[in-house]
């Protein structure tokens, strides 16, 4: 399988997972055009679309794409039936086509009906877990995104967060903040600095890797509940994230 990863608006992300075959699926395509041209230069045939969840910089670009390709399937949750979506799929449900086959799972908190797409190592997680960081609660509770957060950390070590946005940079400052003497955050911050002072993407990113340096899947750490003023072990860790989400929003 190759990995494409198309910029888009500011600081979105689509995807493509193509295969040898130059069969490929497009990922929250917030824009038709940028795809149009990838597909158009590698003569790749697009086999679905795949799509996490309703907001606009996610399903933008599904009506330009199905006007050139009529026949494209269009999978998502529930939340997107009005944004182009033909097959809506739901928790543990296999859609399998051509050489792909992935496995949904479900990650409320940054909207109701977000959903993930997994054929590992491959997660397209849209704005659930970005590197360095987690989606705001727009819909759901810190509940919901907590449990959300621990269900992608269950995956193998090696998955590769297929993130929808840019934002490395500004969530690794929020975890240089939280915790400034952990020298690998320390580090991974100065790494994507210099990634981005060159416009280099950051993402993806392996799950391995945010284990260590992302402090939304570390609100078990003894440091960081001290840091933002919460006596060690006192309340749930699903709180402890809220605190932090909250932190994050005002950062």
Same mark, same amino acid.
């Given at each position: 399988?190759?990995?494409?990863?198309?910029?888009?608006?500011? !600081?979105?992300?689509?995807?493509?997972?193509?295969?040898?075959?130059?069969?490929?699926?497009?990922?929250?395509?917030?824009?038709?055009?940028?795809?149009?041209?990838?597909?158009?230069?590698?003569?790749?045939?697009?086999?679905?679309?795949?799509?996490?969840?309703? +907001?606009?910089?996610?399903?933008?670009?599904?009506?330009?794409?199905?006007?050139?390709?009529?026949?494209?399937?269009?999978?998502?949750?529930?939340?997107?039936?009005?944004?182009?979506?033909? +097959?809506?799929?739901?928790?543990? !449900?296999?859609?399998? *086509?051509?050489? *792909?086959?992935?496995?949904?799972?479900?990650?409320?908190?940054?909207?109701?009906?977000?959903?993930?797409?997994?054929?590992?190592?491959?997660?397209?997680?849209? !704005?659930?877990?970005?590197?360095?960081?987690?989606?705001?609660? %727009?819909?759901? /509770?810190?509940?919901?995104?907590?449990?959300?957060?621990?269900?992608?950390?269950?995956?193998?070590?090696?998955?590769?967060?297929?993130?929808?946005?840019?934002? /490395?940079?500004?969530?690794?400052? %929020?975890?240089?903040?939280?915790?400034?003497?952990?020298?690998?955050?320390?580090?991974?911050?100065?790494?994507?600095?210099?990634?981005?002072?060159? !416009?280099?993407? /950051?993402?993806?990113?392996?799950?391995?890797?945010?284990?260590?340096?992302?402090? %939304?899947?570390?609100?078990?750490?003894?440091?960081?509940?001290?840091?933002?003023?919460?006596?060690?072990?006192?309340?749930?860790?699903?709180?402890?994230?809220?605190?932090?989400?909250?932190?994050?929003?005002?950062?």
């Amino acid at each position: 399988m190759e990995l494409i990863r198309i910029p888009a608006l500011s !600081d979105n992300y689509i995807w493509l997972l193509c295969d040898e075959d130059k069969h490929c699926v497009i990922v929250d395509p917030s824009e038709s055009q940028p795809v149009m041209d990838i597909l158009a230069v590698n003569q790749f045939i697009p086999v679905a679309i795949l799509v996490t969840h309703h +907001h606009y910089d996610h399903v933008g670009g599904i009506a330009g794409l199905l006007k050139q390709y009529p026949e494209l399937p269009v999978y998502g949750p529930e939340e997107t039936k009005n944004k182009g979506t033909t +097959h809506i799929v739901h928790e543990h !449900d296999l859609i399998t *086509f051509n050489n *792909f086959s992935f496995q949904i799972i479900e990650l409320p908190g940054h909207t109701l009906g977000h959903i993930a797409f997994y054929q590992a190592p491959y997660l397209f997680c849209g !704005d659930t877990l970005f590197s360095g960081g987690c989606g705001r609660l %727009f819909e759901g /509770t810190a509940e919901q995104m907590f449990s959300s957060l621990e269900k992608i950390a269950s995956l193998p070590n090696d998955t590769l967060i297929c993130c929808a946005h840019e934002y /490395t940079a500004a969530n690794m400052a %929020f975890a240089k903040a939280v915790l400034p003497n952990n020298q690998t955050i320390q580090d991974y911050y100065q790494k994507i600095i210099n990634l981005r002072e060159k !416009d280099q993407a /950051t993402v993806p990113t392996t799950l391995q890797i945010e284990k260590k340096i992302n402090v %939304f899947l570390n609100c078990h750490d003894i440091d960081l509940q001290k840091n933002i003023g919460i006596k060690p072990n006192s309340i749930p860790l699903s709180s402890i994230f809220q605190h932090l989400r909250s932190y994050k929003d005002q950062f």
